[in-house]
Each structure stands twice: as structure tokens, then as C-alpha cells.
């Protein structure tokens, strides 16, 4: 009676044992492979991340050098005055050049960070680093392009309430110019947003 | 001797067992402790993401509300024509009320989920809702605050190379309560960055 349930006892602890660390190795491999693919499908977005800020870099250089060399001078002038339109006519176009080339700086300056989330892709602190910055940059690059955005209007449409004639009748290049500019600053608003939503969905919990 | 073997092999599994439930009960303690204080930094930063939300409505409100019902009616008239300055003179000032009572709305309706964050500080999917939403918003009030900040530059100092006069030496009032609404709905544009950081730290992982 004892013997047999010492047998009993002997056999318990040698089985529990197996199972025991059968589930472990099974559980260290599940870690292993959930940790594989939240860093895989991270890497992933940190290299959509660097691809995104290289677009972002070719819109907001675009849409600078189009505004900073944006001129045009009608073909008459008069004894004393040559018609002449430019960006630093006006202090918005100033400043949206200004605004945006230091958007374009940020980003050449964010490569490096990107890329340690591509080798690093679990790493939280590239993450939160530039997410707080391109989410303070990118109000900086809004408020350029929906400033510079109001005086094209006006430069287009004019408002007769208060007696700002358009001036795109006669500087129809200039105002061209400056519009594609404009866009392209719209257009680095959007991967902006794509970039934020990117660093939060890489920062989340998996 | 094989008793012996066998007595040793009871012993054995008894303070394995014991051994292993002790480190389990440390361990699951130990976890609860985490879990606690990551969820109470988390909670503050809740209460404080739902507060920030309530004074950047405060902002919004006040901004859209200041510039909808700014106008000024001068003085003096002729058989023809009164002189009177209302928002809807300029359509950039259109376009802010209208915005700004779209982010005010916005912020609103994320009150809830801001109050959802608070009961269950360690819930991902609606501190990423926020975030996201916050993102696209805070573009949409910069768009607006920067918009309206550009024409009332053009009111208070008018540009000689376009010929745009200042309107503002006879609307000083007016002038005064548009930018008025600029600097409030300036304000909820750091509000706005302060709670994507908020929802960014209180996303990443502990």
C-alpha cells in the first residue's frame, strides 16, 4: 500500500515536471514570436516613417524655394516705378518661407531619430521624442501655409468690404507661384498627421 | 535502498510545489503593485487630459463666439452708405468662426472618452481615438487662428506694395475683439499639443 503509493508519488512529479516545462518552452516560444512580430510590424512603420519624413522634406524644400523665388515684373514701368511683385512684398510670404524652411531643417534633422526606431523598432524613447516635436512643428507648418493661404485668397478675389483690389490681374505668374507653394505646404500637413498617428500606434502597448 | 529513493523523491515534489507557489504569489503581488501605480499615473494624467479639454472648450467657445458677434457700426453715414465692419465682411473670418465652433464641438464630444480614460486609465483604444482626433483638430483650429491672424495683420497695417490700406484706424473696435478671438483660439492650439503629449505618454508602454 505504501509502496504502491510511493510508486504513485514517483510518477506524479516526474510527469508535472514534463508538462510543466513542455509549457514553458512552449510559452518562451509564443514570447519570442509575439515579440518578432510586434518588432517586425513596428520596423515596418518606422521605415513607412523615414520614407514619409523624405516626402515631407521634398514638399516643404518645394514649397519654400517656390515662395522665395516667386517674383514677376510686368513688362512696363514708368520713369520712376518698375512693377515688380515678390515674396517679401508681403510679411506673410516672409514669414511662410521662413516657417516652412525650418519645418524642412526638422525634418532632415528627424532622419537620423527614425532611422534608430528602424534599427531599434521597440524603443519608446525616438518615439515619444518625435512624436512631442512633429506635433509642435506641424502647427508651425499649418499656420505658415493657412496664413500665406488667406492672403492668395485675397490676392485672387480681393475683398470689396474693405477695398483690397485682387492683384492677381496683373501678377497672374507671381500668384501662381505662390499657390503651388501654398499646396505644397498643404500637402506636408497630411504626413504630418500620417507621421503622428504612425508614433502613437508604434508607442501603444501591443 | 529503494525505499530510501522513493522516500527522498516524495520529499522532493512537496517543496517544489511549495517553492513554486511562493514565487508565483510574489510574482502575481508584485504585478498587481505595477499595475496600480501605472494605473494611477495614468488616471492623473486622464484627470488632467479631461481638464485641459474643459478650458480649451472655455477657448474655443470664447473665440468663436468674440469674432461672430465682433462689428462695429461708425458713427457717421451718408444718404447711402453706412459704414459698418461685421465678420462676414471678410471670408477668412467666415471661415474661423466656423472652424473654431467645429473644434469646439469636437472637444465636446470627446469629453466622454476623456471620462472613459479616467475609469480605465490602461485602455489603449480610446487614448489612440483622442490622439488621432486631437491631431487632425488641432490643424484645423492652427488653420484657423493663423488664417484670421494674417488678414488682421493686413487690418492694423495694411501693405503699401499691394495697396492694401488699414482698416483698423476706423474699426478699432472691431480690430480689437478679432484679434481678441486670435489669441484665445491661439491658446487652445498649446492646449491642444499639451494633450497629444498627455495621450502619447499615457500610451506607451510602462
Given amino acids: 500500500m505504501a509502496k504502491e503509493s510511493t510508486t ?3 510518477g506524479e512529479p516526474s510527469t508535472v515536471t514534463k508538462s510543466s516545462s513542455h509549457v514553458v518552452v512552449k510559452e ?3 514570447g519570442f514570436v509575439a515579440a518578432a512580430s510586434g ?3 513596428k520596423r515596418g ?3 513607412f516613417d523615414f520614407l514619409l519624413r523624405v516626402t515631407a522634406i521634398a514638399a516643404t524644400l ?3 524655394i517656390v515662395m522665395f523665388t516667386a517674383q514677376e515684373t510686368l513688362p512696363f514701368f514708368t520713369q520712376f516705378l518698375q512693377f515688380q511683385a515678390n515674396y517679401d512684398d508681403l510679411p506673410t510670404f516672409q514669414f511662410f518661407v521662413i516657417a516652412v524652411a525650418i519645418v524642412a531643417s526638422y525634418l532632415l534633422l528627424s532622419l537620423p531619430i527614425s532611422i534608430v526606431t528602424i534599427v531599434r523598432p521597440r524603443a519608446v524613447a525616438p518615439r515619444l521624442i518625435l512624436l512631442i516635436f512633429d506635433t509642435v512643428v506641424v502647427t508651425l507648418n ?3 501655409a493657412a496664413a500665406a493661404a488667406a492672403i492668395v485668397y485675397l490676392a485672387h478675389n480681393g475683398n470689396q468690404n474693405t477695398n483690397w483690389l485682387p492683384i492677381c490681374q496683373q501678377f497672374g505668374d507671381f500668384c501662381q507661384n505662390v ?3 501654398v ?3 498643404s500637402i506636408a500637413i497630411f504626413f504630418f498627421i500620417i507621421l503622428i498617428i504612425i508614433s502613437a500606434i508604434a508607442l501603444k502597448r501591443p
Avoid: F, H, N, Q
Fill in 28 to 30: 518562451k516560444k509564443k
Fill in 179 to 181: 499657390s503651388t507653394a
Fill in 39 to 41: 518588432g517586425g510590424s
Fill in 8 to 10: 504513485i508519488d514517483v
Fill in 142 to 144: 499649418t499656420a505658415a
Fill in 62 to 64: 518645394t514649397a519654400s
Fill in 45 to 47: 512603420l518606422a521605415i
Fill in 183 to 185: 499646396v505644397a505646404a
